[in-house]
């Protein structure tokens, strides 16, 4: 069985950093694209990055340029750098066509990780 978790988080006033990891654990082989949503209190959730298994990222637009987004074959991990109020919400780790050596998983999510910024 394969599962994401994740680690980091946390309190950080305006301005501040914090990192976040995400492992999957399992007999992995290997993972197409890992990547991080989140969720504001009220809010959908929604995309903030991913990394294809080449390397290739992506960001959304209120991001860019203060997250950086990185990952090896099973880990991927987000610094988040001049954080804003409005980053704070719970972040997930997705993770997307992991191969095992018994079966394909289509989409996975870890259990989620709180960031909150203070201004």
């Known amino acids: 069985q394969v599962e994401l978790v994740e680690t980091g988080g946390g309190l950080v006033q305006a301005g501040g950093s914090l990192s976040l990891s995400c492992q999957a654990s399992?007999?992995?082989?290997?993972?197409?694209?890992m990547g991080w949503y989140r969720q504001a209190p009220g809010k959908e959730r929604e995309f903030v990055a991913k990394?294809?298994?080449?390397?290739i990222a992506t960001y959304a637009d209120s991001v860019k340029g203060r997250f950086t987004i990185s990952r090896d074959t099973i880990t991927v991990s987000l610094q988040m750098n001049f954080l804003r109020p409005g980053d704070t919400a719970t972040y997930y780790c997705?993770?997307?066509?992991?191969?095992?050596?018994?079966?394909?998983?289509?989409?996975?999510w870890g259990q989620g990780t709180v960031v909150t910024v203070s201004s």
């Open positions: 997705r993770a997307e066509n992991i191969a095992t050596m018994s079966f394909m998983y289509a989409e996975l």
């Open positions: 990394v294809q298994q080449g390397g």
């Open positions: 399992g007999n992995i082989l290997g993972i197409k694209d």
